[in-house]
């Protein structure tokens, strides 16, 4: 049975950094499609970025240049280091995974096989 599980989040001013991490137990697949979405309150789940199963990293407009994901070798762990955080970045986040994905259109969905609980990541103005 495969877990996820956030952690990392937290209070921060504008302007400030946090780092997420996802950590996957039990097994995806060979090559796992794994991501980051993000939910403020009062709005739609929104796909943030994605290392799909090639390997290649997708973000959505609204964070490129600010945030980087990445993962470990096995992908059993899963990261999103984010700067510049802004106060329009406050939501829960939201670690996703599936067997196999690619590109892009993975984040305009919110039909992942597996999601974890979240964790609350705050920008204070």
């Known amino acids: 049975q495969v877990h996820l599980v956030e952690s990392g989040g937290g209070s921060v001013q504008a302007g400030g950094s946090l780092r997420l991490s996802c950590v996957a137990s039990g097994y995806i697949s060979p090559r796992p499609c794994m991501g980051w979405f993000r939910q403020a309150p009062g709005k739609e789940r929104e796909g943030v970025a994605v290392?799909?199963?090639?390997?290649?990293?997708y973000y959505a407009d609204s964070v490129k240049g600010r945030f980087t994901a990445s993962t470990d070798g096995a992908k059993n762990t899963l990261y999103l280091q984010m700067s510049s955080l802004k106060p329009e970045d406050t939501a829960m986040y939201y670690c996703?995974?599936?067997?196999w994905g690619s590109g892009a259109t993975w984040l305009r969905r919110i039909t992942q096989q597996y999601w974890g609980p979240g964790t609350q990541v705050t920008v204070s103005s």
């Open positions: 290392i799909d199963s090639t390997g290649r990293a």
């Open positions: 996703a995974a599936d067997p």
